[in-house]
């Protein structure tokens, strides 16, 4: 019995007992460029007090007035938001670029975008030269993700996608160690300068990319040109026209993957809503737990300490375990274990803590999920999308996921103001009721070929 058309075209290395060499190559350097990535992007949240108190006029190691406070808080959320604005575009047009031009070379600009900028932080002299250099260093950072998780799931055996996938994105804790190691280094208040200068490093990556890897044959096959077939008689058969790559309107108009680009957004805009709506807000409810015993600073470096502790054990075991439960019960089980956990254990971890002990072991639980099903989206998204859209479609999820999931931040502290942190937080965690809603709809792809433009789609 002959294979159907719309069924996809094996994939040669489906049974592969292991990566390969150049899947392991492909992961390494597109793992190193996450890395980094997240290395860029925490860099701000490390020196922001010491960078934006020197831009405002503040004497280092004097004590902030009420208006300096507050106008280093004001400067920081516009920071912030310009970050989240930078990405979600840069993100958007990198992924375009690379269905259009390839993995490879769009990976090496992005990273050569957020290293150089990041580096010119060091002439900064003026706060909206500050804003300017976060926008353009979210372009790089926002472009990075989607199009490196591409790159990954095209390049490994199919039976090692969500793992390469899980891990790759499991990576991310790297950097967070290597931003926080900086700040250690880099700690007296007028050093911070140097900590973006060596932001510059990165940029060697482009050159291991373009001596390395090439193209994924995936992506080659998709993209090739159109042309006339020609037979044995010498009759030549057009082929179907070329497709439409990198095309957001193709993604957004074409009936099969409009839905899957409108269910991973609302995925992602769950999970990285509350990572800023209910995450980012540990070192506060450990603050809050510590009461009046200590000094606010010996309090924050104690919230500090604690975050750092949570990122680096649960934030990591649930990176870590998304992939080899993806790869058994399948992704959409996985994806609901997660958000069913996240829905319990936050509000028990923000209405509950009472003792240091009690937070920083319902926090480390509570990272598990919130942060764990990260992980997920660099193994679901690409394998949502044919190849000439993949990395649109994934930049689609994530990034305009992450816009939407900023509102969260306005949401909160709304709510905080009017109910307190701790409710406010726990208020939030019910948007997980969404995510468990979009994935009692979403396609189930454990075991399936990455999907192609010909084939028909659940």
């Known amino acids: 019995m002959s294979r159907p058309e719309t069924e996809p075209e094996p994939d040669p290395d489906r049974s592969s007992r292991s990566l390969g060499t150049s899947a392991w190559l492909v992961f390494t350097i597109a793992s190193a460029g996450w890395v980094f990535d997240v290395y860029e992007g925490q860099l701000f949240a490390v020196f ?30 516009v920071a912030l938001a310009l970050f989240l604005i930078g990405g979600a575009a840069g993100g958007l047009g990198f992924g375009m670029l690379a269905d259009r031009v390839g993995r490879v070379r769009t990976m090496g600009l992005t990273i050569l975008v957020y290293s150089v900028f990041s580096a010119l932080t060091y002439f900064v002299t003026e706060v909206w030269q500050l804003h300017t250099l976060r926008f353009l260093v979210a372009i790089g950072v926002g472009g990075e993700w989607a199009v490196a998780a591409s790159l990954v799931a095209e390049s490994v055996p199919t039976r090692w996608r969500a793992w390469a996938g ?7 804790v790297i950097g967070l160690v290597l931003a926080s190691a900086t700040g250690w280094i880099f700690s007296e ?87 800023w709506g ?79 002990l009690s937070t920083v072991i319902l926090l480390t639980l509570m990272a598990a999920f919130v942060v ?33 999931g900023a509102v969260m931040l306005l949401v909160r502290g709304g709510l905080g103001a009017t109910i307190g942190v701790r409710p406010a937080v726990a208020v939030v965690s019910l948007v997980f009721l969404v995510g468990i809603a979009l994935l009692a709809i979403a396609p189930e792809t454990k075991d399936t070929e990455l999907p192609e433009d010909d084939q028909t789609v659940a």
Not at 297 to 323: C, P
Not at 343 to 350: E, G, I, N
Request: with cysteine; glycine share 10%; charged share 15%.
């Open 48 to 77: 922001k007090g010491p960078m934006l108190r020197e831009l405002l006029g503040g004497a280092p190691g004097a004590e902030l007035t009420d208006a300096l406070r507050g106008r280093i808080d004001w400067h920081s959320n």
């Open 166 to 172: 899980g891990a790759f994105h499991a990576s991310s």
């Open 189 to 275: 208040p007028d050093q911070w300068r140097w900590a973006f200068l060596i932001g510059l490093l990165p940029a060697l990556l482009v050159l291991w990319i373009r001596l390395s890897l090439r193209e994924p044959e995936r992506w080659r096959r998709a993209t090739q040109d159109s042309g006339a077939v020609p037979t044995p008689s010498g009759h030549p058969v057009p082929t179907a026209p070329r497709r439409s790559a990198g095309s957001l309107g193709q993604l957004l108009g074409d009936r099969r993957w409009r839905p899957r680009a409108l269910i991973g957004m609302g995925l992602a805009a769950v999970g990285l809503g509350t990572y």
């Open 278 to 356: 209910v995450f980012a807000f540990a070192p506060e409810l450990v603050k809050d737990v510590l009461g009046d015993s200590l000094s606010d600073a010996e309090k924050q470096a104690r919230a500090s300490q604690v975050y750092s502790l949570i990122t680096l054990t649960g934030s990591a075991a649930g990176l870590l375990a998304f992939a080899p439960l993806a790869s058994t019960i399948g992704r959409r089980k996985t994806f609901l274990l997660y958000h069913v956990g996240a829905l319990v254990l936050v509000p028990l971890t923000f209405l509950t803590a009472s003792t240091l």
């Open 372 to 404: 764990g099903m990260h992980a997920g989206y660099a193994i679901y998204f690409p394998e949502l999308f044919p190849t000439h859209l993949r990395a649109t479609g994934s930049s689609f999820c994530f990034n305009v996921g992450r816009i939407l």
